[in-house]
């Protein structure tokens, strides 16, 4: 929902540029509105266009570069393509596979060169910016027009902690506002259903008002640079076990290793069964809580790390857990 709230305002503040009052006249017959993405977007953001009613197909992938970015060049040939057509870039603080950060200092300002709205899929990787070791990712990203996070990620506050960030009031309260009569309205005070979707709601940034007291700054640099540890603790020292391949090192708290089928004759899609079948395995041996992910075409297992008690003792015990279930397998394999 922190993704619906700010590109209704974004279709608000670009639909009424051209002259559309989309809250009154709905999309039909409205100008056509487009997103301009990396291919890595996540899928919330395809309900929120369904949920906004600019169709999930408004939503252009472009080809993410070697590091999972949004290459400008292909973004700057995008936004040259109808010019005069209302578009929101959209942009990302961590995808979900390999934690990958667009680069905002160049791409902010250039799509606003070509007057687009930049939208940021801050979900996790937002809260980096607190810590000087992650806060170069972010370069820029103040320059954009709304940002979504969470709450329930790395704040590890309980889920349903979701941030609308949106930088133009107006666009924002137009498009969520109401007034009704028998609503008693004080303008010295923020009204909370003029900047949201909810009519009644109950104080859910309490819990991150609390964490963030309790934690204060240093506390939330800890979190983020232990999480942090911890995953590249757990993707090497994974990847150091016979028979698997380091695919993405940890930037951030995510990172991915495959698993290598060790029959001699073993194809790509044998490693691919394997990874799935040694993730399932390491699940059923409860120490770990690892998924499967498919990136650029092979099955991978996917580390991320969000928890604040996650630490370098869980790290050992877990990459030997992992080379026990390896051995364990690798024997079960042979005598098949
Ligand atoms: C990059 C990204 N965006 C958005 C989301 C959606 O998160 P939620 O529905 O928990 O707010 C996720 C969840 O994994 C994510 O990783």
Not at 9 to 27: F, H, I, K, Y
Not at 86 to 105: M, S
Not at 222 to 248: F, M, Q, R, S, Y
Request: net charge negative.
């Amino acid at each position: 929902m922190a993704h619906v709230t700010a590109l209704a305002a974004a279709r608000n503040a670009l639909l009424t540029r051209q002259g559309w009052q989309v809250e009154r006249d709905g999309l039909f017959g409205a100008p056509k509105i487009r997103i301009l993405s990396s291919d890595q977007f996540h899928g919330s953001i395809t309900r929120a266009t369904r949920l906004l009613g600019m169709g999930t197909g408004a939503v252009t992938g472009l080809q993410a570069n070697h590091a999972g970015q949004l290459d400008p060049a292909i973004l700057e040939q995008a936004l040259q393509h109808a010019p005069d057509t209302p578009t929101i870039v959209l942009l990302q603080t961590g995808d979900l596979n390999i934690g990958a950060y667009d680069c905002f200092a160049d791409l902010i300002p250039l799509a606003h060169r070509y007057n687009a709205w930049v939208h940021v899929d801050g979900a996790f990787g937002l809260w980096a910016n607190v810590s000087a070791r992650y806060q170069h990712l972010l370069s820029g990203v103040e320059q954009a027009d709304s940002w979504a996070t969470d709450g329930h990620k790395w704040l590890n506050v309980p889920y349903d902690s979701g941030f609308a960030f949106v930088a133009h009031p107006e666009a924002h309260r137009n498009a969520m506002s109401y007034e009704a009569s028998y609503i008693s309205h004080n303008d010295q005070v923020r009204e909370q259903k003029d900047w949201n979707p909810d009519w009644s709601r109950r104080g859910r940034g309490v819990a991150t008002y609390a964490a963030l007291r309790q934690l204060g700054r240093e506390g939330v640099v800890a979190l983020i640079d232990g999480c942090c540890d911890a995953a590249h603790g757990l993707v090497t020292g994974i990847a150091a076990l016979p028979g698997t391949e380091l695919v993405w090192e940890p930037q951030i708290n995510q990172g991915l290793v495959r698993f290598l089928d060790p029959r001699p004759e073993a194809t790509e899609s044998d490693h691919d069964r394997w990874t799935d079948a040694i993730t399932s395995a390491v699940l059923a041996s409860g120490e770990a809580l690892f998924s499967n992910t498919t990136w650029r075409g092979k099955r991978c297992m996917r580390v991320s790390v969000c928890n604040w008690q996650t630490n370098a003792q869980d790290v050992a015990r877990v990459v030997a857990a992992v080379a026990r279930v390896l051995r364990e397998q690798t024997t079960e394999a042979k005598h098949k």
